[in-house]
């Protein structure tokens, strides 16, 4: 499976943006996917997972309330929205892929990844 993100750019704080994940094969549809994050200098972090229905979704601590992980799989494509941007958001985002039924926030447990997408967020 091939995952291109999409929709990064250059926002002010406070503002919003909504990511895109596009995957070549309908067998997404029945993926976790994960958003993971890497800002210069720093590991690669998870953000926000959803299981395939949709129904489950997990993010992290500082994203909560902020970011919404949503998915449409008659279009094999999931989103981030994110709102209230803050300048530690900045960072090169990546969509990722697994098998399975659980949400995992560790890098290792993906399968397959996106290439990653920019977000600049400017004070």
């Known amino acids: 499976v091939q995952l291109q993100a999409s929709g990064g750019g250059l926002v002010q704080a406070g503002g919003s943006l909504r990511l895109s994940c596009a995957a070549s094969?309908?067998?997404?549809?029945?993926?976790?996917v994960g958003w993971f994050r890497q800002a210069p200098g720093n590991e690669r972090e998870f953000v926000a997972g959803i299981n395939w229905s949709g129904n489950s979704r997990v993010y992290a601590e500082d994203v909560k309330g902020r970011f919404t992980i949503s998915r449409d799989n008659a279009k094999s494509t999931v989103y981030l929205q994110m709102n209230s941007l803050k300048p530690e958001d900045t960072a090169v985002y990546y969509c990722?892929?697994?098998?399975?039924?659980?949400?995992?926030?560790?890098?290792?447990?993906?399968?397959?990844w996106g290439q990653g997408t920019q977000v600049t967020v400017s004070s």
């Open positions: 094969e309908r067998t997404f549809s029945s993926s976790v």
């Open positions: 990722a892929g697994r098998s399975g039924v659980y949400i995992r926030t560790r890098i290792s447990e993906y399968d397959y």
